[in-house]
C-alpha cells in the first residue's frame, strides 16, 4: 500500500508554479525536509543545507535576490517608473511565495567528491518534493542566475569560496496543479546490452 503511494506520487507529482497565501506548518516542513534527508550519501556525509525563508524573513532574502537581478542586469536599475513597476511586481510576486527554501553545499576541491555531494543533494531535493507531495504541499525546484552571483551569497552571509547553492525551492499550498506533460517512453532513452 505505502509502496503504490508512493509509486503514485512519483507520477503525480507536478513543479508549482502558483500557490495558495496560506503558510505550511513548520512542523510539516521539517518532517518533509526529514524525508529528503534519507536520500543516498556518499560516506554518509549528508552533504544538504538548508536555509528557510518565510514571513518577514523573506523580506531580506528577496531584496538581496533583486539586488543580484540589478548587478547581473536582469533588472535595471533607473528611477524610470516603469523599471520601478517592474521590480515591485518580481518583489510582490516573490512576497507571496509562502516559503523559499535555498539548499547549499560545501564546495569540495575533489571535483569527483564535489559532483557526488552535489548528486546526493539533488536526491535529498527530490525525496523531500515527493514527500511534500504526499501532504499535500507543492514545490518549484528553480536554478536561477542569482545563485552564481558571489555578491548574492556575501548578501545573504554565505561565504562564496565555501559554499554553492544548489536550488532554491519555492513551496506552498498549490493553487494549481499544472497538467502532466507526460514522459518520454524509456524505450526512447535506454539501450539494452545483453551479450
Ligand atoms: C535542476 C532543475 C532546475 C529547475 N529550474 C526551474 C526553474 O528555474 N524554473 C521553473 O519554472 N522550473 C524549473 N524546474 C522544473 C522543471 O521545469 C519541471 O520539473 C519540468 O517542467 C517538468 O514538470 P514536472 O516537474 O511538473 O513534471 C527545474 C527542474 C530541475 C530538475
Excluded at 30 to 57: D, F, R, V
Excluded at 86 to 104: C, N
Aim: glycine content about 6%; overall charge neutral; hydrophobic content about 40%.
Amino acid at each position: 500500500m505505502i509502496i503504490i503511494e508512493l509509486l503514485d506520487a512519483i507520477k503525480q507529482r507536478r513543479s508549482i508554479h502558483r500557490f495558495k497565501e496560506i503558510e505550511v506548518d513548520l512542523a510539516i516542513l521539517k518532517k518533509i525536509l526529514s524525508y529528503g534527508t534519507y536520500a543516498p550519501t556518499h560516506y554518509m556525509n549528508e552533504p544538504w543545507k538548508i536555509k528557510l525563508y518565510q514571513q518577514e524573513g523573506k523580506r531580506q532574502f528577496i531584496s538581496s535576490i533583486l539586488a543580484s537581478y540589478q548587478r547581473i542586469g536582469m533588472l535595471k536599475t533607473d528611477n524610470n517608473p516603469k523599471t520601478v513597476k517592474m521590480t515591485e511586481s518580481m518583489r510582490k510576486f516573490l512576497m507571496k511565495i509562502p516559503h523559499h527554501a535555498l539548499i547549499y553545499v560545501e564546495k569540495n576541491e575533489d571535483p569527483v567528491r564535489y559532483e557526488e555531494e552535489y548528486a546526493s543533494v539533488c536526491a535529498f531535493i527530490q525525496n523531500a518534493q515527493l514527500a511534500a507531495w504526499q501532504y499535500g504541499v507543492g514545490m518549484l525546484w528553480t536554478i536561477t542566475p542569482y545563485m552564481h552571483d558571489s555578491g548574492f551569497l556575501e548578501d545573504i552571509g554565505l561565504d562564496s569560496e565555501t559554499f554553492k547553492i544548489a536550488a532554491v525551492m519555492q513551496i506552498g499550498y498549490p493553487e494549481k496543479i499544472p497538467r502532466d506533460k507526460g514522459r518520454t517512453p524509456i524505450e526512447g532513452k535506454l539501450e539494452v546490452i545483453s551479450d
